[in-house]
């Protein structure tokens, strides 16, 4: 058997394991082809997947980053390595490699198919998320419009949106990306209390009080509208 069609079969083998997620035979495989040669960046790329899901992070990292190194234009390793980076709290370089993985598309946004726009939409998303626990609101502002541009059915991330509008003193704005999330799914009971909280500020309390009454009636049970309720009702006793 030459080395040519010893890789070949250890590259069968991994794959085939890869893709019934046997990770650890997969691993083993993998590991053997590298022993051999370091010219599949596919190699690297599974490699990777395979330690982020065991949490070895440093290895992981080191993985797409080779599999980068062999093929710069590896829009799935750029990804994952993205993902890795926001894992770990490094959001600067995470925001780096999805800047990477877009630009190898080398097309506009509605060139990326649904499964890639996702994943950057999230990734944008949990950027947000980092911004506005730590009060950076016009950033997390930025990066949850950058996430609903990408996946404007994502309607718990225009809920998300909508919030940190409100706190930054944007209630009209935000007020009409929760009417947007609403036309999307009207069943998205989140977005109906985050609107009834955005309609109270404006001083928009009927209409807020019928929103979370609304809620109560598809869920009972949902203690957030039942304290807003209570709020408004002993707001409107003080006035």
């Given at each position: 058997?030459?080395?040519?069609?010893?890789?070949?079969?250890l590259?069968t083998?991994?794959?085939?394991?890869?893709?019934?997620?046997?990770?650890?035979?997969?691993?083993?495989?993998?590991?053997q082809?590298?022993?051999?040669?370091?010219a599949?960046?596919?190699?690297?790329f599974m490699?990777g997947?395979i330690y982020?899901?065991?949490?070895?992070?440093?290895?992981?990292e080191?993985?797409?980053?080779?599999?980068?190194?062999?093929?710069?234009?590896?829009?799935e390793?750029?990804?994952?390595l993205?993902?890795?980076?926001?894992?770990?709290?490094?959001y600067?370089?995470?925001?780096?490699?999805?800047?990477?993985?877009i630009?190898?598309?080398r097309?506009?946004v509605?060139s990326l198919?649904?499964?890639?726009?996702?994943?950057?939409?999230?990734?944008?998303?949990?950027?947000?998320?980092?911004?506005?626990?730590?009060?950076?609101?016009?950033?997390?502002?930025?990066?949850?419009?950058?996430a609903v541009?990408?996946?404007?059915?994502?309607?718990d991330?225009?809920?998300?949106?909508?919030?940190?509008?409100r706190?930054?003193?944007?209630?009209?704005a935000?007020t009409?990306e929760?009417?947007?999330?609403?036309?999307?799914?009207?069943?998205?009971?989140?977005a109906?209390?985050?609107?009834?909280?955005?309609?109270?500020?404006?001083?928009?309390?009927?209409?807020?009080?019928?929103e979370w009454?609304?809620v109560?009636?598809s869920?009972?049970?949902?203690?957030?509208?039942?304290m807003?309720?209570?709020?408004?009702?002993?707001?409107?006793?003080?006035?």
């Open positions: 058997m030459t080395m040519d069609e010893s890789l070949r079969q590259l083998l991994a794959k085939g394991t890869y893709d019934k997620h046997d990770y650890e035979t997969a691993r083993v495989y993998l590991e082809v590298l022993e051999k040669s370091q599949f960046a596919d190699v690297y490699l997947v982020h899901d065991r949490g070895q992070f440093s290895k992981a080191s993985s797409f980053e080779q599999a980068l190194e062999v093929n710069p234009a590896y829009t390793a750029a990804l994952n993205a993902v890795l980076y926001n894992d770990v709290g490094k600067a370089e995470a925001k780096q490699a999805y800047v990477r993985a630009e190898t598309r097309g506009s509605g198919d649904g499964h890639v726009a996702g994943k950057i939409a999230n990734m944008h998303a949990d950027l947000g998320d980092a911004y506005r626990t730590t009060g950076l609101l016009e950033e997390a502002i930025g990066e949850y419009r950058k541009h990408l996946g404007p059915t994502f309607v991330i225009r809920t998300k949106l909508a919030a940190t509008l706190d930054a003193g944007y209630a009209e935000a009409e929760l009417q947007r999330a609403l036309a999307e799914r009207p069943s998205f009971l989140p109906r209390v985050q609107l009834g909280l955005c309609l109270h500020k404006l001083g928009r309390t009927d209409e807020a009080v019928r009454n609304g109560l009636a869920d009972p049970g949902n203690t957030t509208a039942s807003y309720l209570k709020i408004a009702a002993s707001s409107s006793r003080s006035s």
